[in-house]
């Protein structure tokens, strides 16, 4: 967080963007499941926003996602809750 690549957009930006995103998903399918899908880092930067850990910690708190796995939240207004953390698809 300290240091973003170059011309890059602002971590905390990213974070703040991707949790609004996720924040209208969850509100136009109240009770309803959907597929988000998201990049590595943009997903634990959201991940850390949404659910109150500090951002400069995204790296040591979730250090890896695997590729294609699933994390599942429940997002209720301005409520997160973790449910599944990178699990792998069969």
Wanted: aromatic content about 2%; charged content about 20%; glycine content about 8%.
């Amino acid at each position: 967080m300290a240091h973003p690549f170059p011309g890059a957009e602002d971590p905390r930006a990213a974070a703040d963007r991707g949790a609004a995103a996720l924040r209208r998903i969850a509100g136009a399918h109240r009770g309803g499941r959907v597929l988000v899908v998201a990049h590595n880092t943009l997903l634990r930067l959201v991940l850390c926003s949404l659910l109150g850990i500090p951002l400069a910690e995204y790296r040591r708190v979730l250090p890896r996602l695997l590729n294609a796995a699933v994390t599942e939240i429940r997002v209720d207004g301005d409520r997160t809750a973790l449910l599944s953390l990178n699990v792998p698809c069969a």
